[in-house]
């Protein structure tokens, strides 16, 4: 696309169809077990676990909530980042490689978790993950990466055609991902 033709501000689908609770200015001094700086998704489930433990908390933002990354992501809760499992089984091993893809996936079902103990709205869906080139020359990364999964017993494998109208040359995926609305989801939490 020609730069021209790029909206001068981004904006967020995600703000645009979901609304997020205002809460008070800090005006005071205020005296808690725990203070936590930022509040996109990693500063809102902090403030959410450390308040279960019966500590009092307060999360701290400068801006606005769920402003900063957070507000702007493509919403996948996914295992699946790029490709990356024969790297780390290259690099550090398979039992560390595996030890990654079940820390992903135990994110994914903290987040399940939460969403359905207060029933939060938020379009959590079962998707399947993909991860795909249309260069033939990358062809050998992506088998290598399918072998990977074979080797980690990742649940998914080597795909020759994408679900959507694309031609690719290789592709893999990942089953038993998910994708959410992050606004929805955080301003649940955040309530
Ligand atoms: C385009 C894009 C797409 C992505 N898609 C995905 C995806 O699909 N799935 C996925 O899992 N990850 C995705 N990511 C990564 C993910 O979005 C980030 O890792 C995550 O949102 C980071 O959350 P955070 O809470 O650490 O940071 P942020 O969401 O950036 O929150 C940090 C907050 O801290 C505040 N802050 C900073 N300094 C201060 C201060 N001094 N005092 C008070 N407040 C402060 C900021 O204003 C901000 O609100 C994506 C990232 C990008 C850029």
């Not at 725990?34 to 933002?61: D, F, M, N, R």
């Not at 402003?67 to 490709?83: D, E, R, V, W």
Request: glycine content about 6%; charged content about 30%; some cysteine.
């Amino acid at each position: 696309m020609n730069s021209e033709k790029l909206p001068k501000h981004t904006e967020s689908f995600w703000h645009k169809t979901s609304h997020v609770n205002e809460y008070p200015k800090l005006d005071k001094d205020l005296y808690v077990d725990v203070a936590i700086i930022g509040g996109g998704i990693a500063g809102i489930l902090a403030a959410y676990e450390i308040a279960k433990l019966g500590k009092s908390v307060t999360l701290l933002e400068a801006r606005k909530l769920i402003y900063g990354t957070t507000g702007f992501t493509t919403s996948k809760l996914s295992a699946q980042h790029n490709i990356i499992y024969n790297e780390l089984i290259e690099r550090y091993g398979k039992e560390k490689a595996r030890n990654y893809y079940d820390a992903n996936m135990e994110g994914i079902e903290i987040i399940k978790n939460i969403a359905k103990k207060h029933d939060i709205k938020c379009e959590l869906k079962e998707q399947d993950a993909y991860v795909y080139t249309i260069d033939k020359s990358k062809v050998s990364h992506i088998k290598k990466e399918a072998k990977a999964y074979e080797n980690l017993s990742i649940d998914g494998e080597l795909v020759e055609k994408l679900p959507v109208d694309l031609d690719i040359e290789a592709g893999i995926v990942m089953h038993k991902q998910y994708e959410f609305h992050p606004v929805m989801f955080l301003s649940g939490v955040l309530k």
